[in-house]
Nanobody, 122 residues
Framework: QVQLVESGGGLVQAGGSLRLSCVAS????????MGWFRQAPGKQRELVAV???????NYADFVKGRFTISRDNAKNTVYLQMNSLSPEDTAVYYC????????????????WGKGTLVTVSS
């Protein structure tokens, strides 16, 4: 069973930093893109950053220059380093992958974690 488990969220003051981690299990994820999304109260879920299997990255405009996504395929882990946080970054952050190899079969399915809450105080 594929599972994505996020950690690292919490309460931080504006201008501070947090590092989110997402550990994937139950399959092989190195062939697939992994990303971070977020959903603020009353808003739709939105893409924050994505990293391809080859290490290319793409960021939403509102985090460019502040957030950095990275991955460690040996650990099946994707990270999100968040700097210069503002109250507008307050949201539940979700880890995502667009597929996995499970039991030798490649699945093109979006898998999601349950999210980790980031709260930025002013």
């Amino acid at each position: 069973q594929v599972q994505l488990v996020e950690s690292g969220g919490g309460l931080v003051q504006a201008g501070g930093s947090l590092r989110l981690s997402c550990v994937a299990s139950g399959g092989i994820f190195s062939f697939n893109a992994m990303g971070w999304f977020r959903q603020a109260p009353g808003k739709q879920r939105e893409l924050v950053a994505v990293i391809t299997s080859g290490g290319r990255t793409n960021y939403a405009d509102f985090v460019k220059g502040r957030f950095t996504i990275s991955r460690d395929n040996a650990k099946n882990t994707v990270y999100l380093q968040m700097n210069s946080l503002s109250p507008e970054d307050t949201a539940v952050y979700y880890c995502n992958t667009d597929g996995a190899v499970v039991g030798g079969i490649r699945y093109a399915i979006n898998y999601w974690g349950k999210g980790t809450l980031v709260t930025v105080s002013s």
